[in-house]
Structure formats: C-alpha cells, structure tokens
DNA sequence: GCCAACGTTGGC
DNA sequence: GCCAACGTTGGC
C-alpha cells in the first residue's frame, strides 16, 4: 500500500463535505496538473491519503482511502484528464497544522513543503506514521 | 494584498 | 528547443 497526500481548499471541497459522501466517496476532480495527475495514475485500490484544507485551516484534517482507480475526469471533456476517486476513513483526533509539520525536523522533505503547488503528492510511509502520530489518529 | 514558486503558452 | 510573458497556487 501506499500513501499520498490530497489538498483541497475547504470552501470548495472540503473534509466535512468528504464524510458526507460516505462509503460512495467521490471523485478527486478538477485537477489540471500533469504531475498530480501522474500520481493520480499510480495510485492502487486501498491506498491511504491524507486529506489537507488549504488556505484556510492549512491543517491535515482527516484519512481517505482510493476507492475507484483512475479514470476519466468527469467535470471536463478532454482526455487528458484523469482522477481517482477517494472516501472518508476517519478524521484526524487533531488535525495536524502546516506550522507544526514546518517544525518538525523528520517532516523536512515532505511534499507539502518541498512541492507546496502540488495538489496530489506522495507521502512515505515514515511520513505517514509520523504525522499520524502526531494527530495522535490511528495509521491503519 | 503581496509575493515566491512554478507550470503553461506562444513567438521566434 | 529556448525563453519571456503570463497565470495560478498557496502561504504569509
């Protein structure tokens, strides 16, 4: 398995509106980047992701997990465009802040710094069980 | 509101 | 294929 990382602006999709969809999940759309679309492509059925509010919050709020492999964008006609679709597993008992991972030393290389534009990143699995552990939420 | 980072576009 | 111009993202 492995684990990723996906932004979203809360006031255009956010963690809240992420549960509500439940086990249907819903699709990562709109993403117009090649890089994150690539990571879109890699990504296998049960795969764990961290789901982060950008701008406001700037926080990792909660865990989705892949539920349907890449396929078509279906908010755009143009074939370039892939997503994967993703469902709540649970949030994060405190959500772990963009400070926070700024600060600690182990989190140096992590996506969300190094490549902050990038919208869906992968995360490694010492990243995964750190910052986890910092939300004192369950890895799993 | 500003700005750094960086991806995309289009002229050459 | 290069590079300047421009647009977007996202933190501050």
């Known amino acids: 398995m492995r684990y990723w990382l996906f932004k979203s602006e809360p006031n255009k999709w956010s963690w809240d509106q992420q549960v509500a969809r439940g086990e249907a999940g819903e ?31 700037k926080e990792i709020v909660g865990i989705v997990e ?28 405190v959500p772990v802040t963009l400070a926070q991972i700024k600060a600690a030393p182990a989190l140096a290389e992590i996506s969300l710094i190094r490549q902050s534009r990038l919208s869906v990143a992968p995360i490694t699995e010492e990243e995964w069980g750190l910052v986890c552990a910092m939300g004192e939420t369950d890895p799993s």
């Open 27 to 57: 699709e990562w759309d709109g993403i117009r980047n090649y890089q994150a679309r690539n990571n879109m492509r890699e990504m296998a059925l049960g795969d764990r992701g961290f789901f982060y509010h950008s701008n406001i919050g």
């Open 66 to 93: 892949v539920c349907a492999l890449s396929h078509p964008d279906s908010t755009i006609e143009d074939a370039r465009w892939d997503c994967v679709d993703v469902k709540a597993v649970r949030p994060f008992a």
